[in-house]
T-cell receptor, first 115, second 111 residues
């Protein structure tokens, strides 16, 4: 079984400040972890993934995420937020034996960056 | 969005009518996944299809919903006798190197 939790429905930050969007997961095997972003009335876009290797993963648009095995977390971060980062963010997880299409998605966190 | 095409983008149906949503995967791909996104929720897997085969339909509701992916043409998600609870965004995706590439979605509104 696999599951993912995004404990915050909403995150508000001021432009230029660092942002963190939280994600914790549960999976029976080795985790494959993903972050996707969704802009209004659009599909999901891939941001970054962790499969193996360095715990700090860098992705699109200056985002990064840190894999923490002991805390089963994969928080999304950005050092300096932009207003254009405002969107809905989804964390997703699967194990190495699960088909990509059967990843489990969190319920999403709405990020609002204010000027 | 990496070539996954969905139509229509918006669809309005009255209760009891049928809804047909279409999806063409990325070029060269012969499989699609369908998901449903209810308001304020994440994506829920519905069905995984390859050309002329349903591989996994474990997320499909037992009644009124069906999906196909014919040898020629797009994949179709069909919802018969729609009810208000079917109002949602329906996405399809295909994957490459373990990453999912999504279409823009079809937003169904049931009046």
């Amino acid at each position: 079984a696999q599951s993912v939790a995004q404990p915050e429905d909403q995150v508000n930050v001021a432009e230029g400040n660092p942002l963190t969007v939280k994600c914790t997961y549960s999976v029976s095997g080795n985790p494959y972890l993903f972050w996707y972003v969704q802009y209004p009335n659009r599909g999901l876009q891939f941001l970054l993934k962790y499969i193996t290797g360095d715990n700090l993963v860098k992705g699109s648009y200056g985002f990064e995420a840190e894999f923490n095995k002991s805390q089963t977390s994969f928080h999304l971060k950005k050092p300096s937020a932009l207003v254009s980062d405002s969107a809905l963010y989804f964390c997703a997880v699967r194990d190495q034996n699960t088909n990509a299409g059967k990843s489990t998605f969190g319920d999403g966190t709405t990020l609002t960056v204010k000027p | 969005n990496a070539g996954v095409m969905q139509n229509p983008r918006h669809l309005v149906r009255r209760r009891g009518q049928e809804a047909r949503l279409r999806c063409s995967p990325m070029k060269g791909h012969s499989h699609v996944y369908w998901y449903r996104q209810l308001p304020e929720e994440g994506l829920k897997f519905m069905v995984y299809l390859q050309k002329e085969n349903i591989i996994d339909e474990s997320g499909m509701p037992k009644e009124r919903f069906s999906a196909e992916f014919p040898k020629e043409g797009p994949s179709i998600l069909r919802i018969q006798q729609v009810v208000r609870g079917d109002s949602a965004a329906y996405f399809c995706a295909s994957d490459r190197a373990g990453e999912l590439f999504f279409g823009e979605g079809s937003r169904l509104t049931v009046l």
